[in-house]
C-alpha cells in the first residue's frame, strides 16, 4: 500500500500535537479526518468560544473536523467509521474507549513525550524537567485498555540541558515527536499493518507524570536549592512556580509571586531562616535549606514578567519578607 491509499485519522488539540499533523499533511500522507476536543469557552463570561491549535490547522488546510463531548457517543462513532480509518494516530488527546482505539483494521498509535515506561500520564515534559532528568524523548505505542501501557513501537531520545526550561524541551519533543510520527506511519505501511513492537516492562521505579494543578506549582523553599531551581524552570513558563511573598510583620498580607527563572550560586545559606531574602550586588536571593538562590525572573501579582533586578528598584527592603 501506498502511503496515498492508508487511511488516517488524526486526533489531538494542542500546539504540541500540530507537529505531528503538520508532517502528515505536508508529506503527502492521507489524513481524512481530525478529531479535537470541543472549543473552550474563553474571556470574562465565557462568552467566546476558542477552537483549539489543531482544529485551526485542521481548518486551514480543509481537512473534516470532529468535535465529540463524549468518544462514546453513538453520533459521533458512525460518523467516525464513516471515514473507514485504516489508522488512527493520536498525540496529546484523552484516553480512548475501546469501541474508538480498535476501530481501524491497523489499531491505533500514540505519540508520547516520554520514553515509556517512564513518565505516564498527562505531563511528562513537566515532571521530567522538575525531576531534574537530563535525558527524556518520546514514545510511540499501540493504545489497549489502560493509559499509556500499549506495546511499545519505536522511540527517540532527547538530552535536556541543565539550563533548560519547558519551553525548550516542549518545542523540541514536539519536532522530535512528529518525525517519529511519520517514521511510525512508514512502519505500519511497510508491513501492512503489522510494525513491530514490544511489550512495556512495568516497575515501581518509574516516575508518573500526573495533571498538574495550582496547588502542584507551589514552591517548598525547605528543599535543596537544586530540587528548587528544577522545579521553577519545570513549569517555566506555563503554568508557572509560585509562591507567597509574605511581610514579617503579620499584620500585612502577603502576596502571590511567580517566578520564572532561577541561577544556582553554590552559596552556603545553612543557618539563615529559609525563604529569607536578600538584596545583593542586585541581585535577589532566598535562602533554601541548603543555599542561596538568585531569583532572576519573576512576575508580581498584577503585574507582567519581569527581571529580578529591575524588580528591585520598588522593592527597597526585602529583608522585610518571607518567600513561603
Known amino acids: ?38 472549543d473552550k469557552p474563553v474571556g470574562r463570561h465565557a462568552s467566546v468560544l476558542r477552537p ?118 516542549y518545542d523540541g519533543l514536539m519536532q522530535l515527536g512528529a518525525q517519529l510520527c511519520t517514521h511510525t506511519v512508514d512502519l505500519v505501511l511497510s508491513t501492512d499493518g503489522h510494525a513491530p513492537s514490544q511489550p512495556q516492562q512495568h516497575s515501581d521505579a518509574h516516575h508518573a507524570a500526573p495533571k498538574i494543578f495550582k496547588e502542584t506549582c507551589a514552591i517548598d523553599f525547605s528543599l535543596p536549592a537544586k530540587r528548587i531551581y528544577d522545579f521553577v524552570r519545570g513549569l517555566s513558563p506555563v503554568p508557572g512556580a509560585w509562591c507567597l511573598l509574605t511581610p514579617r510583620d503579620a499584620n500585612a498580607p502577603a502576596q502571590v509571586l511567580k517566578i520564572y527563572k532561577t541561577a544556582k550560586t553554590h552559596e552556603s545559606s545553612v543557618g539563615v531562616e529559609v525563604g529569607t531574602l536578600k538584596a545583593e550586588n542586585r541581585r535577589l536571593l532566598v535562602a533554601t535549606v541548603d543555599e542561596w538562590l538568585e531569583i532572576v525572573e519573576l512576575q508580581p501579582a498584577g503585574k507582567k514578567r519581569m527581571a529580578a533586578r529591575d524588580y528591585l528598584n520598588g522593592f527597597q527592603h526585602p529583608e522585610d519578607f518571607l518567600l513561603k
Open 1 to 38: 500500500m501506498e502511503k496515498k491509499n492508508l487511511r488516517i485519522v488524526f486526533m489531538g488539540t494542542p500546539e504540541f500535537a500540530v507537529g505531528s499533523l503538520q508532517r502528515l499533511v505536508e508529506n503527502g500522507y492521507n489524513v481524512v479526518a481530525v478529531v479535537t476536543q470541543p
Open 52 to 169: 483549539s491549535p489543531v482544529k485551526e490547522y485542521a481548518l486551514a488546510h480543509g481537512l473534516p473536523v470532529l468535535q465529540p463531548l463524549k468518544m462514546k457517543d453513538e453520533h459521533f462513532l458512525d460518523e467516525l467509521r464513516s471515514y473507514h480509518a485504516d489508522l488512527q494516530v493520536v498525540v496529546a488527546f484523552r484516553m480512548l474507549p475501546e469501541v474508538v482505539w480498535a476501530m481501524p483494521r491497523f489499531g491505533t498509535f500514540n505519540v508520547h513525550a516520554a520514553l515509556l515506561p517512564d513518565y505516564r500520564g498527562a505531563a511528562p515534559i513537566n515532571w521530567a524537567v522538575i525531576n531534574g532528568e537530563t535525558l527524556t524523548g518520546v514514545t510511540t505505542f499501540f493504545l489497549d485498555h489502560d493509559i499509556d501501557t500499549g506495546r511499545i513501537i519505536a522511540q527517540r531520545q532527547f538530552p535536556i540541558p541543565d539550563d533548560a526550561d519547558v519551553e525548550y524541551v
